[in-house]
């Protein structure tokens, strides 16, 4: 079976509809289409749009070129949100750390600033404990994409791509992310 097979089904199965209700949503035959999930029989352009109209998935990960969809994406979006926001916390960490000297001759602001200090820590703390949750589901929901496999089958591949983007001050974003890939076609699936 080839990719677009598998992740046809894949995608069918997740809108929980049926072959004959695809297939009447996309104006063919249930026969015809079983084809296309058997990896025997192949859409035509005008058919191959309906089915990305109707998954609302892009024909570039239909057919294998992304190997990522569209909730992926929001997920990856998700654990990069929670990521930032602990290296801001970080960097305000580090910041009030290093000014605590200028507080020694007044305990009363040297205790708040403590406070603060505190507070930075906690919001670490809450930061990491979600930035990993949020990429554990992440990864756990693209590690079930039919063709997810090769060297994005790894954590690690996940958390260099975003180290990468920060390293380079680029925002992440769905834009982004598919103007890199298309730079990058090696990044796509194998």
């Known amino acids: 079976m080839d990719i ?16 004959k209700e695809m297939a009447e949503r996309i104006g063919v035959s249930q026969q015809y289409y079983n084809k296309f999930e058997k990896g025997t ?23 294998g070129y992304h190997f ?17 926001m602990r290296t801001n916390a970080e960097e305000m960490l580090e910041h009030a750390a290093l000014n605590v000297d200028e507080f020694d001759h007044d ?27 949020s990429f554990e589901v992440f990864f756990e929901y693209i ?8 060297h994005v089958a790894t954590k690690e591949y996940w958390i260099n791509l975003f180290d990468y983007y920060h390293d380079n001050d680029v925002e992440l974003s769905k834009e982004f992310l598919a103007e890199w890939k298309s730079d990058h076609p090696s990044n796509t699936v194998e």
Do not use: M
Not at 41 to 63: A, C, H, M, W
Not at 68 to 84: G, H, P, T, V
């Open 4 to 19: 677009f097979s598998l992740r046809l089904k894949w995608l069918r199965e997740r809108l929980n509809i049926s072959q």
């Open 41 to 63: 029989g192949q859409p035509n352009l005008e058919t191959l749009y309906k089915i990305r109209s109707v998954t609302e998935e892009s024909i570039d990960f239909l057919i």
């Open 68 to 84: 990522e969809d569209k909730k992926a994406l929001d997920l990856y979006d998700f654990y990069c949100d929670f990521r930032i």
């Open 107 to 133: 305990e009363k602001l040297l205790q708040e600033k403590f406070k603060i200090i505190q507070s930075y820590h906690d919001h670490i703390r809450d930061a990491r404990s979600k930035e990993h949750k």
């Open 143 to 150: 590690s079930q994409i039919p063709g997810f496999g090769g």
